[in-house]
Nanobody
Framework: QVQVEESGGGLVQPGGSLRLSCAAS????????MGWYRQASGKEREMVAG???????TYADWVKGRLTISTDSAKNIWYLEMNDLKSEDTAVYYC?????????????WGKGTLVTVSS
């Protein structure tokens, strides 16, 4: 069984910063791709960023340099550094880890961590 768990959410003022962490544990072959999604109240879940084990990252167009994804792949941990936060960044942030067993991919999701941007 594989567990993926986020941490680091909370309340932050507009313009502030926050770092989310995600850790995978349990029995898996190789978490080769990791990422973050978010879902605001009343909206669909949307992709935020993804990163390959080797470090190559992709971002949603709206990120515009405010968010940075990184990984300590040896420890199966990945992060989302968020700066200059805005009220519209308020959402539940979900991480996922994609396990490659040599034949197929399996995506594991965390349960989410709430980020609230408010004064």
């Amino acid at each position: 069984q594989v567990q993926v768990e986020e941490s680091g959410g909370g309340l932050v003022q507009p313009g502030g910063s926050l770092r989310l962490s995600c850790a995978a544990s349990g029995k898996f072959s190789s978490i080769n791709y990791m990422g973050w999604y978010r879902q605001a109240s009343g909206k669909e879940r949307e992709m935020v960023a993804g990163i390959w084990r080797g470090g190559s990252a992709t971002y949603a167009d709206w990120v515009k340099g405010r968010l940075t994804i990184s990984t300590d792949s040896a420890k199966n941990i990945w992060y989302l550094e968020m700066n200059d936060l805005k009220s519209e960044d308020t959402a539940v942030y979900y991480c996922h880890g994609d396990d490659w067993d040599g034949n197929s991919w399996t995506r594991y999701w965390g349960k989410g961590t709430l980020v609230t941007v408010s004064s």
